[in-house]
Protein backbone atom coordinates (compact mmCIF):
# COMPACT_ATOMS: atom_id res chain seq x y z
CA UNK A 1 0.00 0.00 0.00
CA UNK A 2 2.71 2.08 0.78
CA UNK A 3 4.79 1.30 -2.75
CA UNK A 4 1.47 2.52 -4.09
CA UNK A 5 0.98 5.74 -2.12
CA UNK A 6 4.67 6.66 -3.50
CA UNK A 7 4.39 5.72 -7.03
CA UNK A 8 2.57 9.22 -7.73
CA UNK A 9 5.72 10.80 -6.44
CA UNK A 10 7.86 8.64 -8.17
CA UNK A 11 6.43 9.21 -11.44
CA UNK A 12 6.80 12.75 -10.89
CA UNK A 13 10.35 12.68 -9.80
CA UNK A 14 10.97 10.46 -13.52
CA UNK A 15 9.47 12.69 -15.76
CA UNK A 16 11.16 15.94 -13.96
CA UNK A 17 14.46 14.21 -14.22
CA UNK A 18 13.84 13.07 -17.89
CA UNK A 19 13.16 16.15 -18.63
CA UNK A 20 15.99 17.83 -16.93
CA UNK A 21 18.49 14.74 -19.12
CA UNK A 22 16.78 16.17 -22.69
CA UNK A 23 17.13 19.61 -21.10
CA UNK A 24 21.44 18.95 -20.68
CA UNK A 25 21.69 17.01 -23.73
CA UNK A 26 24.81 18.83 -25.24
CA UNK A 27 24.09 17.25 -28.86
CA UNK A 28 20.73 19.21 -28.18
CA UNK A 29 22.66 22.51 -27.11
CA UNK A 30 24.33 22.45 -29.94
CA UNK A 31 21.27 22.14 -32.42
CA UNK A 32 19.94 25.00 -30.62
CA UNK A 33 22.99 27.34 -31.37
CA UNK A 34 22.79 26.40 -35.02
CA UNK A 35 19.23 27.21 -34.91
CA UNK A 36 19.47 30.97 -33.03
CA UNK A 37 21.96 31.50 -35.40
CA UNK A 38 19.92 30.64 -38.64
CA UNK A 39 17.08 32.59 -36.74
CA UNK A 40 19.24 35.90 -36.14
CA UNK A 41 20.84 35.37 -39.61
CA UNK A 42 17.42 35.70 -41.22
CA UNK A 43 16.36 38.45 -39.48
CA UNK A 44 19.07 40.93 -40.57
CA UNK A 45 18.63 39.81 -43.86
CA UNK A 46 15.14 39.83 -44.40
CA UNK A 47 14.94 43.51 -42.57
CA UNK A 48 13.80 45.95 -45.24
CA UNK A 49 15.12 48.84 -43.22
CA UNK A 50 18.93 47.74 -43.33
CA UNK A 51 21.55 49.00 -46.03
CA UNK A 52 23.16 46.45 -48.07
CA UNK A 53 26.53 47.62 -45.90
CA UNK A 54 24.77 47.11 -42.46
CA UNK A 55 23.38 43.46 -43.47
CA UNK A 56 27.28 42.24 -44.58
CA UNK A 57 28.70 43.57 -41.47
CA UNK A 58 26.09 42.36 -39.12
CA UNK A 59 25.74 38.92 -40.66
CA UNK A 60 29.55 38.80 -40.66
CA UNK A 61 29.38 39.64 -36.97
CA UNK A 62 27.05 36.93 -35.86
CA UNK A 63 29.16 34.63 -37.90
CA UNK A 64 32.75 35.24 -36.90
CA UNK A 65 32.02 33.92 -33.31
CA UNK A 66 30.32 31.18 -34.00
CA UNK A 67 33.55 29.73 -35.71
CA UNK A 68 36.15 27.75 -34.23
CA UNK A 69 39.09 29.75 -35.78
CA UNK A 70 42.15 27.27 -34.66
CA UNK A 71 40.04 24.29 -35.27
CA UNK A 72 39.03 25.24 -38.80
CA UNK A 73 42.48 26.06 -39.43
CA UNK A 74 43.98 22.90 -38.66
CA UNK A 75 41.77 21.15 -40.56
CA UNK A 76 42.32 23.06 -43.76
CA UNK A 77 46.04 22.83 -43.35
CA UNK A 78 45.80 19.12 -42.26
CA UNK A 79 49.48 17.57 -41.81
CA UNK A 80 50.61 20.73 -43.30
CA UNK A 81 50.18 22.56 -40.03
CA UNK A 82 53.68 21.47 -39.27
CA UNK A 83 54.93 23.06 -41.70
CA UNK A 84 53.81 26.93 -40.19
CA UNK A 85 55.57 28.43 -37.09
CA UNK A 86 53.25 30.24 -34.05
CA UNK A 87 52.80 33.32 -35.80
CA UNK A 88 52.73 32.18 -39.17
CA UNK A 89 49.81 29.66 -38.34
CA UNK A 90 48.31 32.49 -35.99
CA UNK A 91 47.89 34.88 -39.13
CA UNK A 92 46.97 31.76 -41.34
CA UNK A 93 44.07 31.50 -38.64
CA UNK A 94 42.97 34.64 -38.32
CA UNK A 95 42.85 35.17 -42.24
CA UNK A 96 41.36 31.37 -42.80
CA UNK A 97 38.40 32.85 -40.71
CA UNK A 98 37.92 35.72 -42.25
CA UNK A 99 37.93 33.59 -45.69
CA UNK A 100 35.05 31.23 -44.15
CA UNK A 101 33.15 34.03 -42.67
CA UNK A 102 32.94 36.20 -46.06
CA UNK A 103 32.01 32.66 -47.97
CA UNK A 104 29.00 31.73 -44.86
CA UNK A 105 28.19 35.60 -45.42
CA UNK A 106 27.67 35.06 -49.13
CA UNK A 107 25.79 32.18 -48.48
CA UNK A 108 23.30 33.21 -46.15
CA UNK A 109 22.74 36.61 -48.91
CA UNK A 110 21.19 34.48 -51.09
CA UNK A 111 18.33 33.26 -48.41
CA UNK A 112 16.39 36.60 -48.68
CA UNK A 113 15.75 36.44 -45.15
CA UNK A 114 14.97 32.50 -44.48
CA UNK A 115 15.58 30.56 -41.90
CA UNK A 116 17.68 27.40 -42.19
CA UNK A 117 16.06 24.35 -40.04
CA UNK A 118 17.81 21.94 -37.54
CA UNK A 119 16.72 18.30 -38.74
CA UNK A 120 18.99 16.42 -35.93
CA UNK A 121 21.65 16.34 -33.71
CA UNK A 122 24.47 13.73 -32.63
CA UNK A 123 28.01 12.83 -31.13
CA UNK A 124 30.81 12.01 -32.78
CA UNK A 125 31.96 8.15 -31.40
CA UNK A 126 34.37 10.06 -29.38
CA UNK A 127 31.75 12.48 -28.12
CA UNK A 128 33.80 15.51 -28.60
CA UNK A 129 32.37 16.90 -31.49
CA UNK A 130 28.39 17.10 -31.98
CA UNK A 131 27.41 16.77 -35.58
CA UNK A 132 23.94 18.68 -35.95
CA UNK A 133 22.06 18.20 -39.31
CA UNK A 134 20.32 20.51 -40.66
CA UNK A 135 18.70 21.73 -44.26
CA UNK A 136 19.27 25.29 -45.82
CA UNK A 137 16.79 27.50 -46.88
CA UNK A 138 15.87 27.80 -50.55
CA UNK A 139 17.50 29.87 -52.39
CA UNK A 140 15.94 32.03 -55.16
CA UNK A 141 17.63 32.82 -59.00
CA UNK A 142 20.12 35.85 -58.97
CA UNK A 143 21.92 35.35 -56.33
CA UNK A 144 25.53 34.78 -56.30
CA UNK A 145 27.01 31.49 -57.21
CA UNK A 146 23.60 30.44 -58.48
CA UNK A 147 22.54 32.98 -61.34
CA UNK A 148 22.20 30.25 -64.13
CA UNK A 149 19.55 27.69 -61.70
CA UNK A 150 15.85 28.60 -61.94
CA UNK A 151 16.53 27.83 -57.42
CA UNK A 152 18.47 25.81 -55.47
CA UNK A 153 16.73 23.30 -53.27
CA UNK A 154 17.37 23.21 -49.63
CA UNK A 155 20.35 21.53 -48.97
CA UNK A 156 21.44 18.66 -46.55
CA UNK A 157 24.02 20.24 -44.09
CA UNK A 158 26.09 18.64 -41.35
CA UNK A 159 27.59 21.17 -39.16
CA UNK A 160 30.66 19.64 -36.59
CA UNK A 161 30.83 21.43 -33.71
CA UNK A 162 32.92 21.66 -30.61
CA UNK A 163 33.15 23.04 -27.49
CA UNK A 164 35.54 25.93 -26.69
CA UNK A 165 35.68 28.56 -23.96
CA UNK A 166 32.48 27.83 -23.00
CA UNK A 167 30.53 27.95 -26.17
CA UNK A 168 29.40 25.61 -29.44
CA UNK A 169 31.80 26.89 -32.45
CA UNK A 170 31.71 25.51 -35.98
CA UNK A 171 35.21 23.30 -36.49
CA UNK A 172 33.81 21.68 -39.79
CA UNK A 173 31.38 21.53 -42.62
CA UNK A 174 29.70 19.18 -45.13
CA UNK A 175 26.99 20.67 -47.39
CA UNK A 176 25.55 18.00 -50.17
CA UNK A 177 27.42 15.14 -48.58
CA UNK A 178 30.85 17.29 -49.69
CA UNK A 179 33.29 17.66 -47.02
CA UNK A 180 34.20 21.48 -47.42
CA UNK A 181 37.47 21.38 -44.96
CA UNK A 182 38.49 18.37 -46.91
CA UNK A 183 38.48 20.32 -50.46
CA UNK A 184 40.29 23.37 -48.96
CA UNK A 185 42.45 20.79 -47.13
CA UNK A 186 43.29 19.30 -50.98
CA UNK A 187 43.93 23.03 -52.29
CA UNK A 188 46.19 24.41 -49.66
CA UNK A 189 47.98 21.10 -49.94
CA UNK A 190 48.79 21.55 -53.79
CA UNK A 191 49.50 25.82 -52.80
CA UNK A 192 52.16 24.34 -50.07
CA UNK A 193 53.60 22.05 -53.01
CA UNK A 194 55.23 24.70 -54.57
CA UNK A 195 55.17 28.12 -52.06
CA UNK A 196 56.08 28.80 -48.31
CA UNK A 197 53.40 29.33 -45.56
CA UNK A 198 54.46 32.95 -46.13
CA UNK A 199 53.26 33.19 -49.58
CA UNK A 200 49.97 30.94 -49.51
CA UNK A 201 49.29 33.58 -46.17
CA UNK A 202 49.51 35.93 -48.83
CA UNK A 203 46.84 35.09 -51.28
CA UNK A 204 44.22 34.08 -49.18
CA UNK A 205 44.55 38.15 -47.27
CA UNK A 206 44.48 39.15 -50.69
CA UNK A 207 41.51 36.86 -51.79
CA UNK A 208 40.09 38.21 -48.55
CA UNK A 209 41.04 42.19 -49.27
CA UNK A 210 38.68 41.64 -53.20
CA UNK A 211 36.38 39.72 -50.99
CA UNK A 212 35.66 42.50 -48.40
CA UNK A 213 35.15 44.92 -51.26
CA UNK A 214 32.09 42.42 -53.20
CA UNK A 215 28.88 43.01 -51.14
CA UNK A 216 26.60 40.12 -51.91
CA UNK A 217 23.62 41.81 -50.37
CA UNK A 218 24.21 45.20 -53.15
CA UNK A 219 24.56 42.73 -56.01
CA UNK A 220 21.25 41.32 -54.57
CA UNK A 221 19.58 44.39 -54.95
Known sequence: METWRRSPLLLLVLVFALA?????????????????????????????????????????????????HPGL??????PNVKRFDHDEYSDFSHEYAR?????????????????????????????????????????KPGYPGIRRLAKLEPLKIELALRMRHGEWRLAGLRRGGVDVGRTFREQFASMLEREDPAAVIAELRERNRKSDAENPFAENG
Open 20 to 68: SEAADDPAADAAARVQRLFDEVAAVTGDAELSADAKQAQVAALISPFLD
Open 99 to 139: FVTASLVRRFASYSGQAGSVEESRFDEERKVAIVVSHSAEA
Open 73 to 78: ARAALG
